[in-house]
């Protein structure tokens, strides 16, 4: 079981650009990386999604090392507008062969004017 | 279209009365998620739906029922529910709900009120 570890909150000044890891050790072969953004009393929406190496899109990067045991998200010049929970998911196989997509705890992000 | 949409966005109910929540989607998405979440925690998975055929139910009471009537639309019937079910109630889809089943597109919730 592919289980997810983040810091619980993080702070930032706006303009800056923001770092948030996610340790995943036991993330299996299949296993995509995906991080998703949630405001209060909204569904989660997705930011970006890796195997490995790096990618990025229009909103952010995501760096995965080579052992794939750990992931990092880098939102960059953050702004008043990004301040939300950031979620980093791991694809969970059950025996039937259906992806669980099971959310962590999540960061925090407040970005500070 | 990438939306889904749930509605009610707010519901008030006793704890004899019936109700259902009910999502859409028109993306062609053959996977379709209901989360739960309680303020201040993350979403907590209750049922998958694959093809419109339930794969994963996370040991959720027999006091919500899940139907899928066609790969649009997702329902989840409430019945004899308790105040502590009080929650945000998330509809999701993807592509599909294997490995690579794409992201998952959120709606906005049902806000449910128990009483």
């Known amino acids: 079981l592919a289980k997810t570890t983040q810091p619980i909150s993080m702070d930032s000044y706006e303009g800056q650009e923001v770092n948030i890891t996610c340790s995943h050790n036991?993330?299996?072969?299949?296993?995509?990386i995906t991080w998703y953004q949630q405001f209060p009393s909204q569904g989660p929406r997705f930011i970006i999604q890796?195997?490995?190496t790096k990618v990025t899109n229009e909103v952010a990067s995501l760096f995965i090392p080579a052992d794939r045991k750990s992931s990092t998200l880098s939102l960059p010049r953050v702004s008043l507008s990004d301040t939300a929970v950031y979620y980093c998911?791991?694809?969970?196989?059950?025996?039937?062969?259906?992806?669980?997509?099971?959310f962590g705890i999540g960061t925090k992000l407040q970005v500070i004017p | 279209d990438t939306e889904v949409t749930q509605t009610p966005k707010h519901l008030v109910m006793g704890m004899t009365n019936k109700k259902s929540l009910k999502c859409e989607q028109h993306m062609g998405h053959r996977a379709m998620y209901w989360y739960k979440q309680k303020a201040k925690k993350p979403p907590e998975l209750m049922f998958v739906?694959?093809?419109?055929?339930?794969?994963i139910n996370e040991s959720v009471p027999s006091r919500f029922s899940p139907e899928c009537p066609n790969s649009s639309l997702l329902n989840l019937h409430l019945h004899a529910l308790q105040p502590e079910d009080s929650a945000l109630y998330l509809c999701?889809?993807?592509?599909?709900?294997?490995?690579?089943?794409?992201?998952?597109?959120f709606g906005e919730g049902s806000r449910l009120t128990v009483l």
């Open positions: 890796g195997y490995k």
């Open positions: 998911l791991v694809g969970d196989m059950n025996s039937g062969g259906y992806q669980k997509v099971t």
């Open positions: 999701a889809s993807s592509r599909t709900s294997g490995v690579k089943g794409g992201e998952l597109f």
């Open positions: 036991n993330i299996a072969t299949n296993d995509y």
């Open positions: 739906y694959s093809y419109e055929k339930l794969s």
